[in-house]
């Protein structure tokens, strides 16, 4: 979720909370995170998130947040754990990092002969996600090791003066041209004020706002009048690997697309290069879910 006001997450995560297996087989572990200000809350477990007791605490937990990212697993790097649970969070010019990623990156997380093109062999490819200095991670994910990754590079790019909005889209463009190349790599990156979106393969995204209307679940029997819960000004992008609601018109994303979402709109794309075709379903469910 990116918004212009402080919003809450009840009738959404309804929907995404079945999602974590029951309505889909992603029920590896779920987590979200979210932005108040300069800080940011993180809820986490490895079970599934449809019978979590800590998925029933923030569901009912009125948290207002004008950036969110939720996540629900299906592991395809790493054992089922707390340390290998999305999203994940990092400290880059004084701002908390929430990254979420849906898919698999040969070359990260678990070093092989597969790496990416821009590290061509194994010891490449272990240099550039564990080079001893700056974010490094915990678990054994290629998605928390690409994460950190790309705050190093970010770092190393721009030292200790954070870039302005334009410019970290341009250099997250760039570096998400590397590792899409190389795999499937949907993600969801924020630091509190902009919600950047890559759409490797699977992606849509929804804005509401004035005039509002009744909004109803796709996974559950559930319908909210959003009229009744907003004002005029309010404004609120939903961003979900598939549409949370039967009744609103989504927008697809293109495949090999990045997105910049700011205020509650998006306010900038740029294209990038498609992941390969996949035989089978893999990879976590990186989804943004919002009121």
Request: glycine share 8%; with cysteine.
């Amino acid at each position: 979720m990116n918004c212009n006001t402080p919003t809450d997450i009840c009738f959404s995560f309804a929907g995404f909370q079945q999602r974590g297996g029951a309505t889909s087989v992603h029920a590896d572990g779920w987590g979200i995170a979210f932005f108040e200000g300069v800080g940011a809350r993180v809820f986490l477990d490895p079970q599934p998130s449809f019978r979590s007791p800590v998925a029933e605490l923030v569901r009912n937990y009125p948290i207002r947040s004008k950036n969110v990212i939720a996540h629900i697993r299906k592991a395809t790097h790493g054992r089922i754990a707390l340390e290998n649970t999305h999203p994940f969070m990092r400290e880059l010019w004084g701002r908390y990092w929430i990254f979420a990623h849906n898919g698999a990156v040969p070359g990260f997380g678990q070093v092989n002969h597969d790496a990416p093109a821009f590290c061509a062999t194994t010891e490449a490819a272990a240099q550039v996600f564990n080079d001893g200095s700056g974010p490094q991670p915990v678990g054994d994910t290629d998605s928390e090791a690409v994460f950190c990754w790309l705050l190093r590079q970010l770092r190393q790019r721009f030292g200790a003066t954070p870039p302005a909005r334009d410019e970290l889209f341009s250099t997250l463009h760039e570096l998400t041209l590397k590792v899409g190349a190389s795999g499937e790599f949907n993600y969801l990156l924020s630091n509190g004020d902009w919600l950047f979106a890559h759409c490797s393969r699977k992606l849509a995204f929804v804005v509401r706002k004035a005039p509002f209307a009744v909004a109803h679940l796709a996974d559950e029997d559930v319908s909210v009048d959003f009229a009744e819960l907003t004002t005029p000004s309010d404004r609120v992008a939903v961003i979900a690997t598939t549409p949370l609601t039967d009744n609103e018109e989504w927008t697809t994303m293109p495949p090999g697309s990045l997105w910049l979402f700011e205020e509650g709109v998006p306010v900038a794309q740029a294209p990038t290069v498609p992941a390969p075709p996949r035989k089978e379903e893999t990879g976590s469910a990186a989804v943004a879910s919002a009121a």
